[in-house]
């Protein structure tokens, strides 16, 4: 009995500790999926083309990828918006390359609907931040990724947001903390509004900054919960590498 005892205690400290925390949580009569990361310690990154110039297109492609390099995908959501041929509508980095400018100026659509914002993925770092404050600031971001509109910022929620809007789809984005350690990747389970999905992040999550990434085309990779979501071509990904548990010693998987 004891022998078994240790071994299940042995079995536990030996098990991998997950780097995102994903768990399903209800908020003002609607549901949703919510994945955590610690941006201290979690390596988040964008993904749009594989070393052919390819667009991964589908978290399976980027897996396959990820795992010929001994890297796991262990979470991944869509990360922007994207014309047809799956390139950004607005700014997009990976290190050194921008493959698309910042765009600043009102347009047609969700992105369009200003104030939008970036995703700034930084190497001590990451942050929401509304684009023209983004422009003034020129902050440090290995990885950025620009979509709308903003769904918080510092603390409001966007002034076009209706209560009662009859507008209603399944809905995805981020919202980061204050000191831009804690970022929060959230998927509604329901179709929802705006100003519902910005209450989630500045109500329920308690995040000052908070941006929409997509709608009905809006698809999770969440392993732990044994979810991964099929579908549609999509244009930038992003997602948490952690080298396989067999493979610790892995080359790094950035692009």
Not at 50 to 59: E, K, T
Not at 76 to 94: E, F, I, K, Q
Not at 215 to 242: K, T, W, Y
């Amino acid at each position: 009995m004891i022998a078994r005892a240790v071994a299940v205690v042995l079995a536990l400290w030996a098990a991998p500790v997950a780097a995102v925390d994903c768990r399903d949580i209800a908020y003002d009569g609607n549901r949703y999926t919510i994945c955590e990361v610690d941006a201290a310690q979690d390596k988040l990154q964008l993904f749009l083309r594989d070393g052919d110039g390819q667009i991964y297109g589908h978290f399976s492609t980027l897996e396959d990828d990820l795992n010929n390099r001994g890297k796991v995908l262990s979470f991944a959501t869509n990360a922007g918006m994207y014309h047809r041929d799956r390139s950004p509508v607005g700014l997009y980095r990976d290190g050194d390359t921008e493959e698309m400018r910042l765009v600043t100026n009102p347009g047609p659509g969700n992105f369009g609907l200003l104030p939008n914002g970036v995703f700034c993925i930084g190497d001590t770092r990451t942050d929401v931040i509304e684009t023209l404050t983004f422009e003034a600031t020129q902050p440090d971001c290995r990885y950025a990724t620009q979509s709308g509109p903003m769904l918080v910022i510092d603390g409001e929620l966007h002034p076009r947001f209706l209560p009662d809007s009859t507008s209603y789809f399944i809905r995805n984005g981020v919202g980061t903390s204050a000191d831009g350690q804690r970022v929060v990747f959230a998927i509604s389970r329901n179709a929802v509004n705006f100003h519902q999905f910005g209450r989630l992040f500045r109500d329920e999550l308690s995040l000052p900054n908070a941006l929409y990434f997509d709608g009905n085309i809006s698809r999770l990779h969440a392993p732990q919960i044994n979810r991964s979501d099929a579908g549609f071509m999509m244009g930038p990904i992003v997602g948490v590498v952690e080298p396989a548990t067999d493979n610790p010693d892995a080359d790094d998987a950035t692009n």
